[in-house]
């Protein structure tokens, strides 16, 4: 292949490719993978409310879940919650039960 022929390619391809961004934006079509990273507008369950770095690879962060208040410790070695949350079948077995009293 001369390059010639390989410039024509590569041209094609950026046309192609234009032509294709082009159409999208005049359809207004949005992406799937687009509309994952927008926020959504609703109340937010779960949100950071501060951040403090303590040096390159400690930090603090104050995280609201539910109006419950989460200190979370990051570090190389893991991640530190306080308070400590609850064992996970505790909160399955609380989902469950207030899942049969929304039926």
């Given at each position: 292949m001369s390059w010639t022929e390989q410039l024509v390619a590569i041209i094609f391809v950026f046309a192609l490719l234009g032509g294709s961004v082009y159409l999208l934006g005049r359809r207004?079509?949005?992406?799937?993978?687009?509309?994952?990273?927008?926020r959504p507008n609703g109340p937010q369950p779960l949100r950071c409310a501060a951040r403090l770095a303590l040096t390159a690879q400690h930090t603090i962060h104050l995280v609201?879940?539910?109006?419950?208040?989460?200190?979370?410790?990051?570090?190389?070695?893991?991640?530190a919650f306080e308070p400590q949350p609850a064992p996970f079948s505790g909160v399955l077995s609380q989902a469950l039960r207030s899942g049969e009293a929304n039926q």
């Open positions: 207004n079509i949005s992406l799937q993978f687009l509309s994952r990273l927008r609201e879940l539910d109006g419950r208040a989460i200190v979370v410790a990051t570090f190389p070695g893991g991640v």
